[in-house]
């Protein structure tokens, strides 16, 4: 009997869970389901017209992403973002995205910096109450499939959600959309001159500003470095994003 034909085989569709997962984790990030609060499996797979086998597997898909969190004897909940927890995500952020423009820089192609020019346009053109967050994240994931770094890749994967909901719960989202467009057109620009070391330095001032914000807000330790990319007055007009 001969083996079957696994490569000719029409892909399988998602599974049910993945799709639930999906969407809430959708509303987590944009805020639709707020920090704290509780996740009924009867009500989510009611809403979702489920079973509440997927919406349990989808729980548990996202606890390991850190968006969810299961207490005993009181069910699951969306997490609550603390100082501490802005701080490990925004620092661990900053750390992988060294890498990842670094070496986009020596890899971007004319297609990478022509799809970095779409989402720019895109951002320039949105309306206040357009998904500004969801095309900051577009761009950077352009940054992390140019780094061709697999690794590097699986670890943005299961930051990037807790990094959208960041995003989406800060207060200064007017100043976000109004400069998002022009300081990721820098990022662009930058990228495309091919040279890694400035590309390292333009994220630190990117992403830096935000993270020394929040050593600030929540009383850095003591020890840490009074000099480098995270101290001092950011760059005018920088938001971090």
């Known amino acids: 009997m001969a083996a079957p034909d696994l490569m000719g085989a029409p892909a399988m569709p998602p599974a049910l869970s993945t799709l639930v997962a999906d969407r809430l984790r959708e509303m987590i990030t944009r805020g639709l389901l707020a920090p704290g609060e509780r996740l009924k499996e009867a009500e989510l797979a ?5 079973s509440r086998g997927p919406v349990r597997e989808a729980i ?5 992403d850190g968006l969810i969190e299961t207490l005993r004897h009181r ?21 992988i995205e060294r890498l990842a ?10 297609e990478t910096l022509a799809r970095m020019d779409d989402v720019i346009a895109r951002m320039k053109a949105l309306a206040p109450d357009d998904d500004h ?4 994240l577009e761009f950077h994931d352009l940054v992390y499939a140019a780094a061709d770094h697999t690794r590097l890749q699986r670890t943005w994967n299961l930051l990037r959600s807790q990094v959208s909901m960041f995003l989406n719960a800060r207060l200064d ?4 959309r109004a400069s998002a467009w022009s300081e990721h057109a820098e990022l662009r ?4 001159e091919g040279d890694p070391a400035a590309a390292v330095a333009a994220v630190e001032r990117h992403i830096g500003w935000t993270l020394r914000r929040i050593r600030e807000t929540r009383g850095a330790d003591p020890d840490t470095p ?9 760059p005018q007009g920088k938001t971090g994003l």
Request: one cysteine or more; hydrophobic letters at 45%; a negative charge.
């Open 60 to 64: 548990s898909i996202l606890e390991r």
């Open 101 to 110: 423009m670094e070496r986009c820089a020596a890899r971007a192609t004319p």
């Open 133 to 136: 967050v969801a095309l900051d």
């Open 226 to 234: 009074a000099t480098g990319p995270l101290s001092g007055p950011g």
């Open 173 to 176: 989202r007017d100043h976000f």
């Open 75 to 95: 069910g699951a909940r969306v997490i609550t973002l603390t100082f501490d927890d802005i701080e490990e995500v925004y620092s661990l952020r900053l750390a």
């Open 46 to 50: 009611d809403s979702m017209a489920v």
């Open 189 to 192: 620009d930058i990228l495309a």
